[in-house]
């Protein structure tokens, strides 16, 4: 670890709650910046196909196995998938 970093981090213990905030709430920023992965548009695409599917079927009400939802879903999402690429 950066020596710097290390040495403010020792400190930060000593910080106002305030401040120990602003600093997590900082390294949060920085390592969504340049660590954590992002999905991709097809990515995006099929998680809001996900989101509508589970929001429609809450709305519908009822109750389903665990088994019935994944094959609906996956039903669902090569569906979308086959008319994405054109067949």
């Known amino acids: ?3 710097r970093l290390e ?5 930060v213990t000593a910080w ?14 920085i390592e969504e910046k340049y660590l954590r992965r992002r999905l991709t548009p097809e990515e995006e695409a099929k998680l809001a196909a996900l989101r509508e599917t589970i929001n429609r079927s809450i709305k519908r009400g009822g109750s389903y196995t665990d088994e019935e939802v994944e094959v609906s879903i996956s039903a669902r999402l090569d569906a979308w998938e086959h008319r994405r690429k054109g067949k």
């Open 1 to 3: 670890m950066n020596k």
């Open 16 to 29: 106002p709650e305030a401040a120990q905030n602003e600093a997590a709430d900082a390294l949060a920023a």
């Open 7 to 11: 040495t403010l981090i020792d400190r």
